[in-house]
């Protein structure tokens, strides 16, 4: 089955097959055709090109898109959307004057949502996860990690794991799973959190791996919660048995962490509110993705990390929603590539690429998805009608998408 759309105002993020990712100035170029027409063939992407050259092929549906744009679908390579509840009323505390600490500190936070999700059935939790993710295919996200952390006990991280894994095989958005190992010291370990790892290490950690129940491995490397020690022990267990990093660092505090991830070759540093020149140093020349979260920053108030810092360092810079019950939730893409040029004073061109083919390079998918690419996967953003792409990102709170294909199927 082809599809052939012609007359699209603009066709966004072409590129060739061998850029992975993007990184320092260039990622305030957004290769574009003007006029293009784009031809999909059994889910991928045929081919593409002005519409001087538009094909004539036969048995093809033709979509005439005049005034609208295309763009390749949002990359979320950061989000939590398996939980259970939600914590609105931590968001009044806040409102009324405790900042996100103190509410952790007195057994709200990540131990609140761990209490729910240990007394919610697996597939309670499944239906309210996947209304999440409906919800945020419908925004344009076309590709999706989620982490488990929310469980902290063998049993209930298993059930978050399995969770995902059901997912993959009911949606066909790639979506990647993440084992976050350690994410808070349940009560029950409050004076021992070297059990607490062991426990995650030696029990849980293998039978993620040989259920092949996650990619990745993840941390939350901060100040009252796990130590660059502790971050790096779990890493290399993850490693040891398959597992890549990928780390929640720096999001309060910058305690090294960064450094850390990068020897040990983290695909992701993930949050970077706080960073220090030497973060900065330690990810030049690596593998590793710098990937920002505005929407944490938004909710949270607290500062947004520095892209242009980032970036002029000539490092690569990846947006992701972070989507959570405590810190952001939220996983609407649309609204982070907003919040990155308003907040953030990032380029929409340096917005989209961070939101498209460096949340592809964040969760190992470049090849998949993140550009317009023959071979790629056709997960389109098709928008309104709208005068420039920069009209993405202006009107924040307007919803500018006209349709969504995941896979070359339109989603009603
Ligand atoms: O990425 N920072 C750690 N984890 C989540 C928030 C967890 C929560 O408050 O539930 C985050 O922001
Ligand atoms: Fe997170």
């Known amino acids: 089955m082809q599809i052939l759309f012609k007359n699209i105002k603009s066709l966004l993020q072409t590129r060739g097959e061998n850029v992975k990712k993007v990184a320092g100035q260039d990622m305030h170029q957004l290769p574009k055709i003007d006029q293009a027409f784009l031809l999909i063939k059994d889910g991928l992407i045929e081919s593409f090109g002005e519409m001087d ?40 505390d806040r409102i009324n ?58 049993e209930a991280e298993l059930k978050m794991l399995r969770v995902i894994k059901q997912l993959k095989s009911a949606y066909n958005i790639p979506i990647k799973a993440t084992f976050l190992a350690a994410h808070a010291l349940p ?3 409050k004076n021992n959190k070297s059990a607490f790892l062991d426990l995650m290490i030696k029990d849980v950690l ?18 009252g919660y796990f130590s660059v020690e502790d971050t790096e022990r779990v890493m290399q267990a993850g490693i040891q048995l398959g597992l890549t990093p990928k780390i929640h660092v720096n999001q309060f505090n910058a305690i090294g962490g960064v450094n850390a991830c ?53 490092l690569p810079l990846a947006l992701a929603s972070d989507y959570n019950p405590g ?25 989209i690429n961070a939101a498209t083919i460096n949340g592809a390079y964040a969760m190992d998918l470049s090849d998949k998805v993140g550009s317009i690419t023959p071979g790629k996967i056709a997960n389109l953003i098709i928008t309104k009608p709208i005068p420039s792409y920069g009209m993405l990102p202006y009107a924040f709170g307007s919803n500018l998408i006209d349709q969504v294909y995941v896979a070359g199927k339109l989603i009603s």
């Open 327 to 351: 810190s952001s939730p939220t996983g609407n893409m649309n609204f982070v590539v907003s919040a990155a040029c308003i907040k953030m004073k990032m380029t929409p061109e340096a917005a």
């Open 262 to 314: 990068v020897k040990h070759n983290a695909r992701s540093v993930d949050h970077l509110e706080v960073i220090l020149n030497e973060d900065i140093e330690a990810l030049k020349g690596s593998n590793t993705m710098p990937v920002a979260l505005p929407a944490c920053s938004y909710f949270l108030g607290i500062p947004y990390t520095p892209a242009k810092e980032i970036i002029s360092a000539g």
């Open 206 to 223: 293998p039978t993620v791996a040989k259920e092949k129940l996650a990619e990745y491995i993840d941390v939350f490397c901060e100040k």
């Open 187 to 189: 009560q029950a370990f």
């Open 53 to 92: 050259h538009c094909p004539k092929p036969s048995d093809t549906k033709i979509i005439d898109v005049s005034g609208q744009m295309i763009l390749p679908s949002w990359c979320d390579s950061h989000t939590h959307i398996v939980y259970a509840g939600n914590r609105e009323g931590e968001f009044i």
């Open 97 to 154: 004057g405790l900042t996100y600490e103190e509410i952790a500190k007195k057994g709200g936070g990540i131990l609140n949502s761990a209490k729910k999700l240990q007394n919610t059935s697996e597939s309670d939790l499944y239906t309210q996860s996947k209304t999440r993710l409906e919800e945020v295919i419908k925004l344009g996200t076309g590709a999706i990690e989620i982490k488990s952390g929310y469980g902290l006990t063998k």
